[in-house]
Protein backbone atom coordinates (compact mmCIF):
# COMPACT_ATOMS: atom_id res chain seq x y z
CA UNK A 1 0.00 0.00 0.00
CA UNK A 2 1.57 3.33 -1.09
CA UNK A 3 2.09 6.61 -1.25
CA UNK A 4 1.83 9.12 -3.89
CA UNK A 5 3.04 12.71 -2.25
CA UNK A 6 3.63 15.23 -4.75
CA UNK A 7 0.90 16.13 -6.51
CA UNK A 8 -0.41 19.28 -7.78
CA UNK A 9 -3.94 21.00 -9.30
CA UNK A 10 -4.85 23.72 -11.34
CA UNK A 11 -4.21 26.57 -8.69
CA UNK A 12 -0.10 26.59 -9.89
CA UNK A 13 -1.63 27.18 -13.51
CA UNK A 14 -0.14 25.10 -15.45
CA UNK A 15 -1.60 21.74 -14.25
CA UNK A 16 -5.10 20.63 -14.47
CA UNK A 17 -7.95 18.95 -11.98
CA UNK A 18 -9.32 19.71 -8.79
CA UNK A 19 -7.74 18.46 -5.51
CA UNK A 20 -10.70 16.22 -5.06
CA UNK A 21 -10.06 14.72 -8.74
CA UNK A 22 -6.30 14.08 -7.49
CA UNK A 23 -7.93 12.77 -4.42
CA UNK A 24 -10.17 10.18 -6.78
CA UNK A 25 -7.88 9.12 -9.06
CA UNK A 26 -5.61 7.81 -6.09
CA UNK A 27 -8.29 5.71 -4.95
CA UNK A 28 -8.94 4.27 -8.35
CA UNK A 29 -4.96 3.43 -8.48
CA UNK A 30 -5.21 1.26 -4.48
CA UNK A 31 -2.91 3.83 -2.61
CA UNK A 32 -3.08 4.03 0.96
CA UNK A 33 -2.45 7.81 1.15
CA UNK A 34 -3.03 10.63 -1.16
CA UNK A 35 -0.78 13.47 -0.22
CA UNK A 36 -2.06 17.05 -1.85
CA UNK A 37 1.06 19.38 -2.35
CA UNK A 38 0.84 21.86 -5.25
CA UNK A 39 3.37 24.47 -5.32
CA UNK A 40 3.10 27.44 -2.98
CA UNK A 41 3.69 30.92 -3.82
CA UNK A 42 6.56 32.11 -5.21
CA UNK A 43 8.24 34.73 -2.13
CA UNK A 44 11.51 35.70 -3.28
CA UNK A 45 10.17 37.36 -6.73
CA UNK A 46 7.98 39.56 -5.25
CA UNK A 47 3.63 39.03 -5.66
CA UNK A 48 3.38 40.59 -9.56
CA UNK A 49 1.08 38.14 -11.27
CA UNK A 50 2.63 38.76 -14.57
CA UNK A 51 5.94 38.38 -13.72
CA UNK A 52 6.17 34.43 -13.88
CA UNK A 53 2.58 33.83 -15.26
CA UNK A 54 1.72 30.04 -14.69
CA UNK A 55 4.30 29.24 -12.22
CA UNK A 56 2.63 28.99 -9.09
CA UNK A 57 -0.12 30.44 -7.34
CA UNK A 58 -0.45 33.75 -5.70
CA UNK A 59 0.52 34.57 -2.51
CA UNK A 60 -3.14 35.32 -1.34
CA UNK A 61 -4.46 32.05 -2.71
CA UNK A 62 -2.80 29.86 -0.02
CA UNK A 63 -5.32 30.19 2.90
CA UNK A 64 -7.76 28.88 0.54
CA UNK A 65 -5.58 26.10 -0.78
CA UNK A 66 -4.75 24.88 3.04
CA UNK A 67 -8.86 25.03 3.86
CA UNK A 68 -9.79 23.49 0.16
CA UNK A 69 -7.36 20.58 1.36
CA UNK A 70 -8.74 20.24 4.68
CA UNK A 71 -12.25 19.83 2.93
CA UNK A 72 -11.13 17.30 0.45
CA UNK A 73 -9.55 15.41 3.93
CA UNK A 74 -12.77 15.80 5.52
CA UNK A 75 -15.10 14.60 2.04
CA UNK A 76 -13.20 11.40 1.11
CA UNK A 77 -12.13 10.15 4.89
CA UNK A 78 -13.86 6.91 4.38
CA UNK A 79 -12.21 6.37 1.04
CA UNK A 80 -8.35 7.12 1.76
CA UNK A 81 -5.93 9.07 4.12
CA UNK A 82 -5.43 12.62 2.30
CA UNK A 83 -2.46 14.28 3.58
CA UNK A 84 -1.98 17.87 3.54
CA UNK A 85 1.46 19.25 1.96
CA UNK A 86 2.95 21.83 -0.09
CA UNK A 87 5.76 21.76 -2.54
CA UNK A 88 7.80 25.31 -1.28
CA UNK A 89 10.62 26.58 -2.79
CA UNK A 90 13.99 26.95 -1.27
CA UNK A 91 15.81 30.33 -2.14
CA UNK A 92 19.04 30.81 -0.45
CA UNK A 93 18.79 33.28 2.76
CA UNK A 94 14.76 32.48 2.60
CA UNK A 95 15.25 30.03 5.80
CA UNK A 96 13.58 32.01 8.40
CA UNK A 97 10.47 32.66 6.26
CA UNK A 98 9.89 29.40 4.80
CA UNK A 99 10.30 27.70 8.39
CA UNK A 100 7.78 30.25 9.69
CA UNK A 101 5.64 29.78 7.08
CA UNK A 102 5.17 26.08 7.58
CA UNK A 103 5.36 25.89 11.14
CA UNK A 104 1.92 26.72 11.97
CA UNK A 105 0.54 25.77 8.77
CA UNK A 106 -1.21 22.45 10.13
CA UNK A 107 0.89 20.35 7.49
CA UNK A 108 1.29 16.66 7.12
CA UNK A 109 4.38 17.09 5.29
CA UNK A 110 6.64 19.87 3.04
CA UNK A 111 8.64 19.13 0.01
CA UNK A 112 11.45 21.67 -0.48
CA UNK A 113 12.16 21.78 -4.18
CA UNK A 114 15.05 24.12 -5.71
CA UNK A 115 13.70 25.74 -8.71
CA UNK A 116 15.13 29.13 -8.59
CA UNK A 117 19.12 29.87 -8.09
CA UNK A 118 18.39 33.75 -7.49
CA UNK A 119 16.24 34.96 -10.79
CA UNK A 120 17.32 31.86 -12.59
CA UNK A 121 14.91 28.86 -12.97
CA UNK A 122 16.46 25.46 -13.34
CA UNK A 123 14.10 24.87 -16.00
CA UNK A 124 15.27 27.46 -18.54
CA UNK A 125 16.88 25.69 -21.09
CA UNK A 126 20.36 28.34 -21.35
CA UNK A 127 22.62 28.21 -18.55
CA UNK A 128 22.81 32.08 -16.66
CA UNK A 129 24.92 34.26 -18.73
CA UNK A 130 28.58 34.30 -17.74
CA UNK A 131 27.93 30.91 -15.61
CA UNK A 132 29.75 27.29 -16.45
CA UNK A 133 27.62 24.43 -15.91
CA UNK A 134 29.84 23.39 -12.91
CA UNK A 135 29.98 26.57 -10.98
CA UNK A 136 25.32 26.68 -11.62
CA UNK A 137 25.97 22.71 -10.39
CA UNK A 138 27.88 23.61 -7.09
CA UNK A 139 25.47 26.73 -6.38
CA UNK A 140 22.55 24.29 -6.93
CA UNK A 141 24.34 21.31 -4.35
CA UNK A 142 25.28 24.02 -1.89
CA UNK A 143 20.93 25.56 -2.08
CA UNK A 144 19.90 21.66 -1.44
CA UNK A 145 22.22 21.07 1.50
CA UNK A 146 21.38 24.39 2.74
CA UNK A 147 17.52 23.93 2.34
CA UNK A 148 17.72 20.80 4.03
CA UNK A 149 19.79 22.59 6.94
CA UNK A 150 16.86 24.96 7.10
CA UNK A 151 14.77 22.75 9.28
CA UNK A 152 11.49 24.20 7.04
CA UNK A 153 11.36 20.78 5.06
CA UNK A 154 10.32 17.60 5.04
CA UNK A 155 11.10 16.31 1.92
CA UNK A 156 13.26 17.08 -0.62
CA UNK A 157 11.82 16.86 -4.01
CA UNK A 158 13.72 16.10 -7.40
CA UNK A 159 16.64 15.72 -5.90
CA UNK A 160 18.61 16.16 -9.13
CA UNK A 161 16.26 18.35 -10.68
CA UNK A 162 18.99 20.27 -12.43
CA UNK A 163 19.08 17.68 -14.76
CA UNK A 164 15.83 18.14 -16.48
CA UNK A 165 16.92 20.49 -19.07
CA UNK A 166 20.66 18.72 -19.61
CA UNK A 167 22.45 21.16 -16.89
CA UNK A 168 23.85 18.15 -15.20
CA UNK A 169 27.81 17.92 -15.89
CA UNK A 170 28.48 14.16 -16.91
CA UNK A 171 30.12 13.39 -13.96
CA UNK A 172 27.69 13.50 -11.40
CA UNK A 173 28.56 11.09 -8.52
CA UNK A 174 31.44 14.16 -7.18
CA UNK A 175 32.70 14.87 -3.62
CA UNK A 176 30.15 18.26 -3.49
CA UNK A 177 27.37 15.35 -3.86
CA UNK A 178 28.88 13.43 -1.06
CA UNK A 179 28.82 16.14 0.78
CA UNK A 180 25.47 17.10 -0.24
CA UNK A 181 23.91 13.33 0.76
CA UNK A 182 25.91 13.70 4.50
CA UNK A 183 24.29 16.62 4.62
CA UNK A 184 20.66 15.73 4.34
CA UNK A 185 21.64 12.65 6.38
CA UNK A 186 22.42 14.62 9.49
CA UNK A 187 19.89 16.97 8.60
CA UNK A 188 17.30 14.01 9.09
CA UNK A 189 15.27 14.71 5.50
CA UNK A 190 13.87 12.44 2.90
CA UNK A 191 14.30 12.22 -0.18
CA UNK A 192 11.48 11.26 -3.18
CA UNK A 193 11.52 8.57 -5.89
CA UNK A 194 9.82 11.72 -7.91
CA UNK A 195 8.43 9.34 -11.24
CA UNK A 196 7.87 12.31 -13.46
CA UNK A 197 11.31 12.32 -14.75
CA UNK A 198 10.05 8.69 -16.84
CA UNK A 199 7.17 10.97 -18.19
CA UNK A 200 9.60 13.47 -19.26
CA UNK A 201 11.44 11.27 -21.51
CA UNK A 202 14.78 11.18 -19.15
CA UNK A 203 14.79 7.06 -18.93
CA UNK A 204 14.97 7.69 -15.35
CA UNK A 205 13.40 9.35 -12.23
CA UNK A 206 14.67 11.97 -9.87
CA UNK A 207 16.79 11.06 -8.84
CA UNK A 208 18.54 8.56 -11.25
CA UNK A 209 19.99 5.12 -10.20
CA UNK A 210 22.82 6.43 -9.59
CA UNK A 211 22.33 9.46 -7.20
CA UNK A 212 19.48 7.11 -5.56
CA UNK A 213 21.79 4.18 -4.90
CA UNK A 214 24.19 7.05 -3.02
CA UNK A 215 21.06 8.52 -1.11
CA UNK A 216 20.68 4.86 0.00
CA UNK A 217 24.40 4.24 0.86
CA UNK A 218 24.00 7.13 2.85
CA UNK A 219 20.87 5.76 5.25
CA UNK A 220 18.80 8.87 3.58
CA UNK A 221 14.84 7.60 3.83
CA UNK A 222 12.83 7.88 0.65
CA UNK A 223 8.99 8.16 0.29
CA UNK A 224 7.08 8.29 -3.52
CA UNK A 225 6.15 11.06 -5.85
CA UNK A 226 4.71 11.49 -9.08
CA UNK A 227 4.94 15.09 -9.57
CA UNK A 228 1.21 14.75 -11.24
CA UNK A 229 -0.05 17.95 -13.11
CA UNK A 230 -2.82 15.96 -14.23
CA UNK A 231 -5.09 13.80 -12.00
CA UNK A 232 -4.28 10.37 -14.33
CA UNK A 233 -0.60 10.35 -13.77
CA UNK A 234 -1.17 9.89 -10.09
CA UNK A 235 0.76 6.68 -8.84
CA UNK A 236 2.09 6.71 -12.18
CA UNK A 237 5.19 4.12 -12.50
CA UNK A 238 4.95 3.31 -9.18
CA UNK A 239 5.13 -0.51 -9.56
CA UNK A 240 8.81 0.51 -11.66
CA UNK A 241 9.50 2.67 -8.61
CA UNK A 242 9.35 -0.10 -5.95
CA UNK A 243 11.43 -2.18 -7.96
CA UNK A 244 14.31 0.40 -8.85
CA UNK A 245 14.25 0.80 -4.89
CA UNK A 246 14.43 -2.82 -3.88
CA UNK A 247 17.35 -3.53 -6.63
CA UNK A 248 19.63 -0.20 -5.17
CA UNK A 249 18.81 -1.61 -1.46
CA UNK A 250 16.23 0.05 0.05
CA UNK A 251 13.83 -2.03 2.30
CA UNK A 252 11.66 0.71 3.50
CA UNK A 253 9.92 4.20 2.47
CA UNK A 254 8.72 7.30 4.48
CA UNK A 255 5.04 8.34 5.83
CA UNK A 256 4.10 11.86 7.09
CA UNK A 257 1.00 12.39 9.73
CA UNK A 258 1.51 15.88 11.39
CA UNK A 259 5.27 16.76 10.33
CA UNK A 260 6.32 13.27 11.56
CA UNK A 261 7.77 10.53 9.66
CA UNK A 262 7.09 6.82 10.17
CA UNK A 263 9.23 4.00 7.91
CA UNK A 264 6.63 1.59 6.18
CA UNK A 265 8.29 -1.73 4.73
CA UNK A 266 7.88 -1.53 0.95
CA UNK A 267 5.54 -4.06 -0.58
ZN1 LIG B 1 4.58 22.16 -11.50
ZN1 LIG C 1 9.19 20.77 -8.40
Given amino acids: MLVDYHTHHRRCGHASGELIDYAR ?3 RSGLAEIGLSDHSPIYHLGDDPHARPGTAMAQGELPAYLAEMRQVQAEMRDEITVRLGVESDYVLGWDEHYRTLWQDAGLDYVIGSVHWLGTWSIFEPALPPGRSAAQVYDEYLRTVQAAARSGAYDIIGHLDGLKTRGHLPELSLTPQLEETLRVLKSADVTIELNTSGWRKGLGEPYPGPEWLARCCAHGVPVTFGSDAHRPEDVAADFPRAVALLR ?12 RRRSLVPLP
Fill in 247 to 258: QLGYTHFARFEG
Fill in 25 to 27: AAV
